[in-house]
């Protein structure tokens, strides 16, 4: 299904919405400004007063009206973790399903680790098993990369399994790095 970019006013990505609520925002006149390449117009009933059919045009990133909110702290669960490293375990650099992957805790819970994006990785079956209660050091797992939180834009990527060119253009001037699951 087709999904549209919501930005609030000042350009900041705020979340995906649906074609229905895309149209709903356009017939409202809540959308200040639209980007990208126009979409397969939307076509509605016929008006009886003219007898004109009524159509809507879509842009796949749309700023809605409404408060600029500061601040922007992504989720954390176990899809867009797997996106963001590449569904490799970052012990042993194995590509994986997600079906096939943890989260594993760089420092274990049990030890004071957090679960925040800055102390998770993907890790296999095996890895995550192997490391047990230890830190990668003690474990002698060295990690393949270093985890890190995504910035907003970065986070609205691997949130979506479908991102058209013109949303994936307009998120990736905002990568903090060039990334290989944005490839």
Known sequence: MQTILRLDLAG???GWITLHEAITAYAKGDVVYGIG???PPIFG?????NGLRSRIDLQPIVAIQGKIIQGFSPPLCNRTLFRRDDHRCLYCGQQSARTELTRDHVLPTSRGGTD???????????CNWQKDNQTPEEARMPLL???FRPNPWEWHFLAKDRVFADQMQYLSRRFRAKRAWAA
């Open 45 to 49: 009933g016929i008006q009886r007063s």
């Open 145 to 147: 990369a270093v985890p």
């Open 37 to 39: 390449d126009v979409l």
């Open 116 to 126: 925040r994006w800055e102390n998770v990785v993907a890790a296999c079956k095996r």
């Open 12 to 14: 900041q990505p705020r």
